[in-house]
């Protein structure tokens, strides 16, 4: 019974280039959230799908960030000319369901931005 | 827009005792769930405990129990018992259907454990 898997989990990238982040929810899961943690801070949502759709991005920084979870495959958070603002960690979760089911997260991708 | 005030950086603890970690939350709604998430040193966010607010009755969870004061918007977590794998970043969050799938979660509690 895999938890939710992200990949990679250290992301190195130079400024300018980009970082792609994979996340493949719980079994069974179809909703995934991604959240953001700054050094020393809490987590902060960017962005909410359902296969095929972007349900919420209200949190997700309009320029350069993009986020998609496709019929097959991972969602993936995907981040344009990455800036040296950009190195965080980037977790993933899925739920069964929205509302009121809990959210499990995955270990987390730390990118840094050269 | 929901807010969650965790006031204590940092906390301190024997092994064996029990503590408890404060969390403060600002909303209107009366539908809402609260959870506890803990974050040991691998990063990895796990989930401690989880309360729906239209339930009077404190969560438990083993060692983890939680004095839930719907009036005051307070959602303290007790760990007894401490052990020193409980050593953690642990964050309040919040979460109410209404406002999207979003979880709202606060800063943190720095949470030591010591031998």
């Known amino acids: 019974n895999a938890g939710v898997m992200q990949n990679p989990r250290h992301l190195v990238r130079r400024r300018g280039q980009e970082a792609r982040l994979r996340c493949s929810p719980m079994k069974g899961h179809s909703h995934v959230y991604w959240y953001r943690q700054l050094p020393e801070e809490g987590l902060k949502f960017m962005v909410y799908?359902?296969?095929?759709?972007?349900?919420?991005e209200s949190g997700m920084p309009k320029e350069r960030f993009s986020a998609e979870f496709p019929k097959e495959g991972p969602s993936i958070l995907r981040i344009q000319q990455v800036v040296r603002g950009d190195s965080a960690a980037y977790f993933c979760?899925?739920?069964?369901?929205?509302?009121?089911?809990?959210?499990?997260f995955g270990p987390g991708t730390r990118l840094t931005v050269l | 827009a929901q807010t969650v005030t965790q006031s204590q950086p940092e906390m301190s603890v024997q092994e064996a005792e029990t503590v408890t970690l404060s969390c403060t939350y600002d909303?209107?709604?009366?539908?809402?769930?609260l959870f506890w998430y803990k974050q040991p040193p691998s990063r990895q966010m796990i989930l401690v405990i989880r309360?729906?607010?239209?339930?009077?009755q404190n969560a438990t969870e083993n060692r983890f129990s939680v004095n839930f004061q719907k009036a005051a918007k307070s959602f303290s977590l007790k760990i007894s018992d401490s052990q020193l794998g409980d050593a953690a970043m642990y964050f309040c969050a919040y979460h109410q259907e209404t406002s999207g799938s979003r979880l709202t979660f606060g800063e943190g509690t720095q949470l030591t454990v010591n031998p």
């Open positions: 909303t209107s709604e009366s539908d809402y769930y």
């Open positions: 799908l359902q296969k095929e759709n972007i349900i919420d």
């Open positions: 979760a899925s739920s069964l369901r929205t509302g009121r089911d809990t959210q499990y």
């Open positions: 309360q729906e607010a239209y339930k009077q």
